[in-house]
């Protein structure tokens, strides 16, 4: 199972790896990353998660090659393979990580702070006397502690990503204390070399900076440990051990030990440990933490059960199906997990200019001494020295890597309550963008158990018409030879109602019309008007009342019995109850509803009037739907395609986003962009709706940190100066730098309370 180890780095991974990153800090140290790893021969992909420090790495290279291409750029990496075990471990690191963080900003502060209150009470700090170089050498050398033991981390990191000819957010943190307190300790220990007007000292700035850094990213640790929440979740649904039967005698083992075809014994108010199916008792199962269903299913001998669902009533003994990695909580978790270490397009481009951000950064900072040095007033140094080292501070960019990540984390755990299941940014972020949403009929919109409705008997010679039980047992005794959907739901009710069904001789399915046979020595037909037709069989007389039929979306089916019209009936599948609201809930959104549909185009524009749909392509076969997605595409529509994740496979796939609709554990998990799994259409609703509000949360964290830094770079080169007479301080910088990390974390955390109406 899942552990941090090496023991398997010499083996070969020809689908996916997941390493743990240590040592990254910003959006440039992704960009390091992923390219160090698509430079490693057999690599197809690699995406780097800058909020969970990991990275997801496609492709058949060998581990070992993986990580030895991560420490080549710098950085450190360990691989994932346990995900309880990589999520405990990491919630411990983090802990220790945070109290690390605040110890170094308390240091920091309790030297950086009197200096500040020093300034601000009018103590002068530039030197004169030997007196205060004395007293100043000694904040220097507290200072210099301050840096060796708070400030260490930036310093080491700096250097490795030097020696790597790399830079990141440390090395502009480095540069800024650093040359803020190698310019003061100069000043304290040959002032001749320095103007005295620009004998000023930043011992302060130093401090404070590595303080205000430290406790920026202490925030940061803890609130983005509340964005993998929704993975804590799942993986905390599973139980770890099972009650299984071996040898006629009920044992607890760990979950681990659990072996396919196993019988296991739940009983009320434990977890389901796997998979499996029912063979004994009866109880009521809550799934709503993997379909986002409140109410408890009903579950009997023969239906399925899903590992870390919560049998609520009964005690039932099952077979396990699928453990370990196969079940459908594990498989949700992987694709959860997935999901949130993708990028969306957003992203990349955010990404990119972070590549090449650090270096220009530096470039600034140098162009903006350098004029300050040839046009600023005097202390030219002082100003110089001041510029520089506030915009190395406050262009770091934190904030620009974690803008997106952040977001999609949280977006797809929201999502994930919903029972929606984003398999990529992607397809997150196109969700957001549709204009029509294309519905399959059968199993979308509505149940898919199709039933009969209606049984109405032609007038005999005596106006007496013929028996509706008689009409119904002939009926399904005929349908049982047929593997058509309409043909069970007529057997259906004639089983339910009891009735003895007949054998039936010289049975033939006429593809597209009907079907005909011999029972009891009667030549039976059941089928459409073309059958009718072919057959010479009079049905004007009921022509009139099977239209009637048809606009209240129900399919009519002629029975004739020996060349003579019997009986019209009707066969229905109904709607979903939540239908009509969740298809307003759609339009309510902004999109277009269109239906697709087999059926006759009189019945499909009955269902599409009582729902509100607003478009019907009706008569369409299976391999015609893809074509239809086309068609919309082409007049420019943004397209999302719902369905059940198989027969609808090819436009699923078409689609700008495919959407597969399923119930429970039975869903198509990887059948298309989004999977529901639930049948409601209110997943489509809810998928769409947290897919607008994470792009518009990512939108905001990426306008914050480029409007932070746009405008923040000028500030502090000092553009402000000639007007205003303004000039940013080093440490407002490191507090205004070290924030907005915490601000784009806060705003991402705010979909935590997103709720779907």
Same mark, same amino acid.
């Given at each position: 199972?899942? #552990?941090?180890?090496?023991?398997?780095?010499?083996?070969?991974?020809?689908?996916?790896?997941?390493?743990?990153?240590?040592?990254?800090?910003?959006?440039?140290?992704?960009?390091?990353?992923?390219?160090?790893?698509?430079?490693?021969?057999?690599?197809?992909?690699?995406?780097?998660?800058?909020?969970?420090?990991?990275?997801?790495?496609?492709?058949?290279?060998?581990?070992?090659?993986?990580?030895?291409?991560?420490?080549?750029?710098?950085?450190? /990496?360990?691989?994932?393979?346990?995900?309880?075990?990589?999520?405990?471990?990491?919630?411990?690191?983090?802990?220790?990580?945070?109290?690390?963080?605040?110890?170094?900003?308390?240091?920091?502060?309790?030297?950086? %702070?009197?200096?500040? +209150?020093?300034?601000?009470?009018?103590?002068?700090? =530039?030197?004169?006397?030997? #007196?205060?170089?004395?007293?100043?050498?000694? =904040?220097?050398?507290?200072?210099? /502690?301050?840096? +060796?033991?708070?400030?260490?981390?930036?310093?080491?990191?700096?250097?490795?990503?030097?020696?790597?000819?790399?830079?990141?957010?440390?090395?502009?943190?480095?540069?800024?204390?650093?040359?803020?307190?190698?310019?003061?300790?100069?000043?304290?220990?040959?002032?001749?070399?320095?103007?005295?007007?620009?004998?000023?000292?930043?011992?302060?700035?130093?401090?404070?900076?590595?303080?205000?850094?430290?406790?920026?990213?202490?925030?940061?640790?803890?609130?983005?440990?509340?964005?993998?929440?929704?993975?804590?979740?799942?993986?905390?649904?599973?139980?770890?051990?099972?009650?299984?039967?071996?040898?006629?005698?009920?044992?607890?083992?760990?979950?681990?030990?659990?072996?396919?075809?196993?019988?296991?014994?739940?009983?009320?108010?434990?977890?389901?440990?796997?998979?499996?199916?029912?063979?004994?008792?009866?109880?009521?199962?809550?799934?709503?933490?993997?379909?986002?269903?409140?109410?408890?299913?009903?579950?009997?001998?023969?239906?399925?059960?899903?590992?870390?669902?919560?049998?609520?009533?009964?005690?039932?003994?099952?077979?396990?199906?699928?453990?370990?990695?196969?079940?459908?909580?594990?498989?949700?978790?992987?694709?959860?997990?997935?999901?949130?270490?993708?990028?969306?397009?957003?992203?990349?481009?955010?990404?990119?200019?972070?590549?090449?951000?650090?270096?220009?950064?530096?470039?600034?900072?140098?162009?903006?001494?350098?004029?300050?040095?040839?046009?600023?007033? *005097?202390?030219?140094?002082?100003?110089?020295?001041?510029?520089?080292?506030?915009?190395?501070?406050?262009?770091?960019?934190?904030?620009?890597?974690?803008?997106?990540?952040?977001? =999609?984390?949280?977006?797809?755990?929201?999502?994930?309550?919903?029972?929606? +299941?984003?398999?990529?940014?992607?397809?997150?972020?196109?969700?957001?963008?549709?204009?029509?949403?294309?519905?399959?009929?059968?199993?979308?919109?509505?149940?898919? !158990?199709?039933?009969? #409705?209606?049984?109405?008997?032609?007038?005999?010679?005596?106006?007496?018409?013929?028996?509706?039980?008689?009409?119904?047992?002939?009926?399904?005794?005929?349908?049982?030879?047929?593997?058509?959907?309409?043909?069970?739901?007529?057997?259906?009710?004639?089983?339910?109602?009891?009735?003895?069904?007949?054998? =039936?001789?010289?049975?033939?399915?006429?593809?597209?019309?009907?079907? *005909?046979?011999?029972?009891?020595?009667?030549?039976?037909?059941?089928?459409?008007?073309?059958?009718?037709?072919?057959?010479?069989?009079?049905?004007?007389?009921?022509?009139?009342?099977?239209?009637?039929?048809?606009?209240?979306?129900?399919?009519?089916?002629?029975?004739?019995?020996?060349?003579?019209?019997?009986?019209?009936? /009707?066969?229905?599948?109904?709607?979903?109850?939540?239908?009509?609201?969740?298809?307003?809930?759609?339009?309510?959104?902004?999109? !277009?509803?269109?239906?697709?549909?087999?059926?006759?185009?009189?019945?499909?524009?009955?269902?599409?009037?009582?729902?509100?749909?607003?478009?019907?392509?009706?008569?369409?076969?299976?391999?015609?739907?893809?074509?239809?997605?086309?068609?919309?595409?082409?007049?420019?529509?943004?397209?999302?395609?719902?369905?059940?994740?198989?027969?609808?496979?090819?436009?699923?796939?078409?689609?700008?986003?495919?959407?597969?609709?399923?119930?429970?554990?039975?869903?198509?998990?990887?059948?298309?962009?989004?999977?529901?799994?639930?049948?409601?259409?209110?997943?489509?609703?809810?998928?769409?709706?947290?897919?607008?509000?994470?792009?518009?949360?990512?939108?905001?964290?990426?306008?914050?940190?480029?409007?932070?830094?746009?405008?923040?770079?000028?500030?502090?080169?000092?553009?402000?100066?000639?007007?205003?007479?303004?000039?940013?301080?080093?440490?407002?910088?490191?507090?205004?730098?070290?924030?907005?990390? %915490?601000?784009?974390?806060?705003?991402?955390?705010?979909?935590?309370?997103?709720?779907? #109406?």
């Amino acid at each position: 199972m899942n #552990t941090f180890s090496t023991n398997s780095q010499n083996e070969i991974n020809t689908r996916s790896t997941e390493l743990l990153i240590e040592g990254a800090g910003c959006a440039a140290c992704v960009k390091k990353i992923e390219t160090a790893l698509h430079k490693v021969t057999g690599v197809s992909e690699a995406r780097m998660n800058l909020a969970l420090r990991q990275v997801t790495v496609e492709g058949s290279a060998p581990i070992q090659h993986l990580i030895e291409a991560v420490e080549k750029a710098g950085f450190g /990496a360990k691989l994932v393979e346990n995900a309880a075990l990589v999520m405990a471990e990491k919630e411990k690191a983090d802990q220790l990580h945070y109290r690390r963080l605040i110890r170094n900003m308390a240091i920091a502060l309790a030297v950086g %702070v009197p200096q500040i +209150l020093y300034s601000v009470l009018g103590g002068d700090m =530039v030197i004169h006397t030997t #007196t205060e170089r004395l007293v100043w050498f000694v =904040v220097g050398i507290a200072t210099a /502690a301050v840096m +060796l033991i708070a400030g260490r981390h930036f310093y080491i990191s700096a250097w490795i990503a030097f020696i790597n000819h790399n830079a990141n957010m440390d090395t502009l943190i480095a540069l800024g204390t650093g040359t803020a307190w190698l310019y003061s300790i100069i000043v304290v220990l040959l002032p001749g070399i320095v103007p005295e007007m620009a004998r000023h000292v930043y011992f302060e700035a130093t401090t404070m900076i590595i303080g205000l850094v430290n406790l920026g990213m202490a925030m940061e640790v803890r609130a983005r440990g509340r964005t993998s929440q929704a993975i804590k979740r799942l993986i905390g649904l599973q139980p770890k051990t099972a009650r299984v039967l071996r040898d006629n005698d009920e044992v607890d083992l760990p979950i681990e030990a659990v072996l396919p075809d196993d019988k296991i014994r739940v009983r009320p108010g434990e977890k389901i440990p796997v998979d499996g199916r029912v063979l004994e008792g009866q109880t009521t199962v809550d799934e709503s933490m993997l379909t986002g269903e409140p109410l408890a299913v009903t579950k009997t001998a023969g239906n399925e059960v899903a590992a870390g669902t919560l049998n609520k009533s009964g005690s039932i003994l099952f077979c396990a199906t699928h453990v370990g990695k196969d079940t459908a909580l594990a498989r949700i978790i992987e694709m959860v997990k997935r999901a949130q270490s993708s990028k969306p397009s957003i992203g990349r481009i955010a990404d990119k200019v972070a590549g090449i951000f650090v270096p220009t950064v530096m470039i600034i900072a140098v162009l903006s001494a350098l004029v300050w040095l040839n046009f600023g007033p *005097s202390p030219v140094i002082a100003y110089a020295l001041v510029s520089a080292t506030t915009v190395l501070i406050i262009a770091c960019p934190c904030a620009l890597g974690l803008a997106t990540p952040m977001s =999609v984390m949280v977006g797809i755990g929201k999502a994930a309550e919903y029972g929606v +299941l984003i398999r990529n940014g992607e397809a997150l972020q196109t969700a957001s963008k549709l204009t029509t949403m294309v519905l399959d009929k059968t199993g979308t919109i509505t149940e898919g !158990r199709p039933q009969v #409705t209606d049984i109405c008997c032609q007038q005999l010679h005596d106006n007496q018409p013929h028996d509706k039980q008689q009409v119904l047992q002939l009926v399904a005794s005929l349908e049982t030879g047929s593997e058509h959907p309409l043909a069970q739901a007529i057997v259906d009710s004639a089983k339910d109602k009891q009735l003895d069904l007949l054998s =039936v001789t010289k049975f033939l399915a006429i593809a597209g019309h009907g079907v *005909s046979g011999t029972v009891s020595e009667k030549q039976l037909l059941l089928g459409n008007e073309k059958l009718m037709q072919d057959h010479n069989v009079a049905i004007e007389q009921a022509s009139e009342h099977a239209q009637q039929l048809a606009k209240q979306a129900k399919t009519p089916l002629y029975f004739a019995i020996d060349g003579q019209f019997v009986a019209l009936l /009707a066969v229905a599948d109904p709607i979903k109850q939540e239908a009509t609201a969740a298809i307003e809930r759609l339009h309510q959104l902004g999109l !277009r509803v269109v239906m697709l549909t087999g059926d006759h185009p009189e019945t499909a524009h009955a269902v599409a009037k009582q729902v509100g749909i607003d478009s019907v392509f009706a008569n369409v076969l299976p391999e015609q739907k893809a074509g239809k997605v086309i068609e919309l595409q082409n007049q420019g529509e943004i397209v999302g395609m719902s369905g059940d994740g198989i027969n609808d496979a090819p436009a699923l796939a078409q689609a700008n986003v495919g959407f597969a609709i399923g119930t429970g554990t039975d869903v198509a998990i990887e059948s298309a962009d989004v999977a529901l799994m639930r049948g409601s259409l209110h997943g489509l609703a809810d998928a769409i709706a947290v897919s607008k509000a994470t792009l518009r949360n990512i939108k905001q964290n990426l306008a914050g940190a480029f409007i932070y830094n746009s405008a923040g770079i000028p500030i502090a080169a000092g553009i402000l100066y000639p007007l205003f007479g303004v000039l940013l301080s080093p440490v407002i910088a490191g507090a205004a730098m070290a924030f907005s990390s %915490v601000t784009v974390v806060s705003n991402a955390n705010r979909l935590r309370f997103f709720k779907s #109406t």
